[in-house]
């Protein structure tokens, strides 16, 4: 399919016009960044295995009624997606404390929280996506009452989904990040889940051992981030058929 004029490059994706008004395509890159993009490196078949664990896990979410840009995949690399406007905000889950709730709490990395945590950064680059409470979502008009009611209940349905899939081949949803978008069907406004749900944005533990199968062996250099997501795509029967080194010398 014919990709169009690029629209946006991320640290991780970039978009190109799609075939249609209304879609686009979104690339998925081998680049891999954290803490703002002050680390930075290349993992070769990162984005091939990004590409097909985000498919599954949208597709999964649609087959459960939990409406989502993607519409499917183009190959290694590329998949159609609604177009959309992304709502500047994080929305990250959280099942156990991890990472920036840890360091700014002081509770030990794995500890059970009492509930289903869901807090918001405001998403700005030059700014460290810093949190913010609703109020000031609500009072900026990043997003309204009604918005923020049915973000929360769409983060919810996400994490209950992606705890069970990954509880299923025996990893630990430990918290992850979604992105949400609106779109537009006449009058009506809708929101979806959008970006990307991928191990770049999600805290993957192995349910034995303990061990990351995501984004922070990359971040804590922990070993090869590649094989961590292999390991997931793996487990979870999505793998491309010849290995995502073997795609990946194909598509480059
Ligand atoms: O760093 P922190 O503990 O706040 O991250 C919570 C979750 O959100 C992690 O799964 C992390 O991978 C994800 N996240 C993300 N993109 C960001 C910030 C956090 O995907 N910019």
Known sequence: MARGKKIYEGKAK???????PGTLIQYFKDDATAFNAEKKAVVDGKGVLNNRLSEFFMEGLNSIGVPNHFIKRLNMREQLIRQCEIVPLEVIVRNFAAGSMSKRLGIEEGTRLP???IEFSYKDDDLGDPLVPEEYIIAFGWASQQDMDDIVALALRVNDFMAGVMYGVGIKLIDFKIEIGRVWEGDFM????AD?????SCRLWDIESGQKLDKDVFRRDLGNLTDAYTEVARRLGVLPTNGPAAANSVIN
């Open 14 to 20: 970039t978009l190109y016009e799609g075939p249609e």
């Open 115 to 117: 509930r289903p945590i």
């Open 190 to 193: 809708r929101l979806i889940v």
């Open 196 to 200: 990307e749900i991928s191990p770049d």
